[in-house]
């Protein structure tokens, strides 16, 4: 196997008495796109708060990019490189594409002028477009703002957001939960811009085809516990069920949940 | 259909159904309400036949009535520069009430760091400080000014910021501790008799000149800079901003900063330009600064506005209130008619919004 892009030991979250999250070991290698599954309250979304910061674990670790890291907030994941799609979608409406795509990192010119620094909007246009052409997303016109496009558009748009930066690994929590077929059709061909591209990938999904058309490995989660580590190939939709409903736990996991 | 440059992945993009930006509206409605008044002013029977824009007089050889402009934009002038920073406020999604008593209460401060020593030959009569203040430099009372401004500005910032309590209330409180500072400051007695040098700030025209001046600084600070981008950004999706990195309550305190001390800027005209500051100074100009704001095309829910909106929504303000005299119409109605054009603005800007959702 490639080299680890990503691995936790023991990571727990409490929330005062609820153990959302429990002694989660995971593995992700590089180029590598896994899908979490399980329940609603499982601790998927938990899981993913975790590890991009917006939340502080209660107990163990983190290592990114082969050095244990603790970040304070979703910048400080972003900065080393974790790029995450929020369930809710982190755009402002008001602005178009390039603003949303820079939000909180924008190309300035003239610095020395603090938070007067001016805005370079033609650099921000051009790597725009080429992260747009990375990820062939569709968008008719990137100086639209954000409020009169489609559920679908702006989905590609926040996610265009991980092409345009070259991150190390891309997490998206549910992408296309609320699209229609042909928009996460376009979702889905975006995905596997990234698997062409060699990105890691952590997929959260409730969708059963699409988690088996586009990753590599399967984990999922129950009652705040990782119950199951299964390589697409050898397992079925069936199987993966079991395993979220309780009707199965992997051997590994045994007593675990 | 035309193709974009900017069209990317082949879909094709119309640039006939980009949108209209919003201050042609603002502009076209400008015109349409000079043009109705000039209409009343030529059927109106007790009008004999005024002009209300163009200069009917043989004497002089002018197109405009020029004096009535002058007036229009002299009488805006000092609201619109409090509108400037009420603007940068909306658009992060808070609100400004505490504008208006800080115009009475920095007017007050300010004039007492500006009196000079002999009126007349005689010892000034309204001396509120001994003799070391009189005929201080002109950049003192300014500064004092501009700082009494920043220091409620961060206040108020940092109650919406931190306390998380809505900006109306954080502000409407404000707007009475800020009245209270302006009755106490002399117990109720004006302050008059500056110095020549103060006196000039706001002479003549030049309330006009720094309103069209500052409107110019803040146009391209919300355009170009990443203040004004935050701004926007925080105004249209606050938790986007915030999980975007932006330091949104650093940036709140900083937005309601500017917009104080672009209010106490304005006190500074205004007392200079009056000779004089009373404690009730600046009476509903907080009101008037932010129907200038909502005249102007910038939404109360945040997000979306511009200087050259407000500008313009000041211009129509002043315009409004020049016609309403023009046309003799009882200084009683006038308020009145105002509130009906304000609810107006934004009913209309509602409507636009709605249709141009339903368009897509």
């Known amino acids: 196997m490639s080299e680890i892009i990503l691995e936790t030991r023991g990571l727990t979250k409490h929330y005062g008495g609820v153990h959302a999250l429990n002694d989660a070991d995971f593995l992700l290698h590089k180029g590598e796109h896994v899908a979490i599954m399980g329940d609603n309250g499982a601790g998927k979304s938990t899981f993913v708060r975790q590890i991009t910061g917006v939340e502080q674990r209660t107990s163990g670790t983190v290592s990114f990019d082969g050095k244990e890291v603790h970040f304070s907030g979703p910048i400080d994941a972003r900065e080393a490189g974790i790029e995450t799609v929020f369930q809710t979608l982190a755009l402002a409406d008001d602005l178009d594409v390039p603003d949303n795509l820079f939000l909180g990192r924008e190309i300035t010119k003239c610095d020395w002028l603090g938070p007067f620094r001016l805005l370079d909007y033609k650099a921000m246009r051009e790597a725009t477009l080429a992260g747009l052409e990375r990820t062939a997303v569709k968008i008719p016109n990137i100086r639209n703002t954000i409020q009169n496009m489609s559920g679908g558009q702006r989905q590609c748009v926040a996610i265009a957001r991980t092409a345009t930066f070259s991150s190390k690994m891309t997490i998206m929590d549910e992408p296309t939960a609320a699209l229609g077929v042909q928009e996460t059709a376009q979702v889905e061909n975006i995905i596997r811009t990234l698997k062409d591209n060699g990105e890691p990938l952590i997929l959260v999904s409730h969708n059963m085809r699409q988690v088996f058309d586009l990753v590599d490995r399967i984990i999922v989660f129950r009652r705040g516990r990782i119950v199951a580590n299964l390589n697409v190939s050898e397992t079925d939709g069936q199987d993966v069920v079991a395993y979220i409903t309780g009707a199965k736990t992997g051997a590994e996991y045994e007593g675990a949940a | ?360």
């Open chain 2, 1 to 360: 259909m035309a193709r974009s440059t900017q069209s990317t992945g082949g879909l094709d993009f119309d640039r006939s159904r980009r949108a209209w930006p919003n201050e042609l509206n603002i502009f076209i409605a400008l015109i349409l309400i000079i043009g109705i008044f000039e209409i009343l002013g030529q059927t109106l029977p007790y009008m004999n036949e005024q002009s209300f824009l163009f200069d009917t007089r043989d004497r002089f050889d002018s197109i405009f009535n020029e004096a009535r402009l002058r007036i229009i934009i002299l009488q805006v002038a000092i609201i619109g520069i409090i509108a400037l920073g009420v603007t940068q406020v909306i658009i992060s999604g808070g609100i400004d009430l505490s504008s208006g008593p800080l115009v009475g209460a920095t007017a007050m401060i300010v004039m007492s760091f500006a009196q000079t020593e002999l009126v007349n030959g005689g010892p000034n009569p309204k001396a509120v400080f001994g003799q070391w203040a009189f005929d201080l430099p002109i950049l003192l009372p300014i500064i004092v000014g501009l700082a009494f401004g920043a220091m409620i500005g961060a206040i108020n910032g940092s109650l919406i910021a931190f306390t998380r309590i809505p900006p109306f209330i954080a502000t409407l409180g404000m707007f009475l501790i800020c009245r209270g500072i302006a009755q106490a400051w002399t117990r109720g007695k004006p302050v008059s008799f500056p110095t020549e040098g103060y006196a000039g700030l706001g002479s003549g025209m030049m309330p006009v000149y720094w309103f069209f001046g500052l409107a110019v600084v803040f146009h391209c600070v919300l355009k170009y800079t990443v203040y004004g981008k935050h701004t926007y950004a925080i105004g249209s999706n606050e938790d986007a901003a915030r999980m975007s990195g932006i330091n949104v309550q650093k940036h709140k305190v900083m937005v309601y900063m500017i917009a104080s001390m672009l209010a106490a800027f304005a006190a500074i005209i205004l007392s200079s330009k009056n000779l004089t500051a009373q404690s009730g100074m600046g009476i509903f100009y907080e009101l008037y600064a932010i129907a200038m704001a909502v005249i102007g095309g910038v939404s109360l829910t945040g997000g979306r506005g511009s200087i050259i909106g407000t500008v313009l929504g000041a211009m129509v303000f002043g315009v409004i209130q020049s016609g309403f005299t023009y046309v003799k119409l009882d200084a009683y109605y006038q308020l009145m008619a105002m509130g009906v054009i304000i609810i107006g603005a934004v009913v209309l800007d509602k409507v636009r919004q709605e249709r141009a959702a339903s368009r897509k």
